[in-house]
């Protein structure tokens, strides 16, 4: 299997990860257990691939992860969250496309 570009995220490394991180991010709470999140599983991995050196991609499981998801109002999975420059710049919720994360990235990616 080849070499994941997806950055793997606790509530330890968020921070200095996102947060502190240059470019664009976009984090993906998730779950094992949770269906859409499996269905977008794939999806993240292309994006990730797609956008190597561009925009970082991020996971984080919520149910490992709590503290981090509870900070930023994580209620429901998938969510999806673009940090530009430390600051949520957009959500998505739910499963979504990769043509419309593609076009969220975009919109803040340089």
């Given at each position: 299997m080849a070499e994941s570009?997806?950055?793997?995220?606790?509530?330890?490394n968020f921070a200095a990860e996102v947060l502190q991180a240059e470019g664009p991010v976009l984090v993906d709470f998730f779950a094992v257990w949770c269906?859409?999140?499996?269905m977008l599983g794939p999806v993240i991995e292309?994006?990730?691939n797609?956008?190597?050196g561009k925009a970082k991609i991020c996971k984080i499981n919520v149910d490992e992860s709590g503290?981090?998801?509870s900070e930023y109002g994580v209620m429901s999975i998938p969510t999806m969250v673009l940090f530009v420059g430390?600051?949520?710049?957009?959500?998505m919720v739910g499963f979504s496309s990769k043509e419309d994360i593609?076009?969220?990235i975009d919109a803040?990616?340089?």
């Open positions: 570009n997806v950055v793997q995220l606790n509530d330890g269906g859409p999140c499996k292309e994006l990730a797609d956008y190597q503290g981090t998801a430390g600051k949520e710049v957009n959500r593609a076009k969220a803040v990616a340089k």
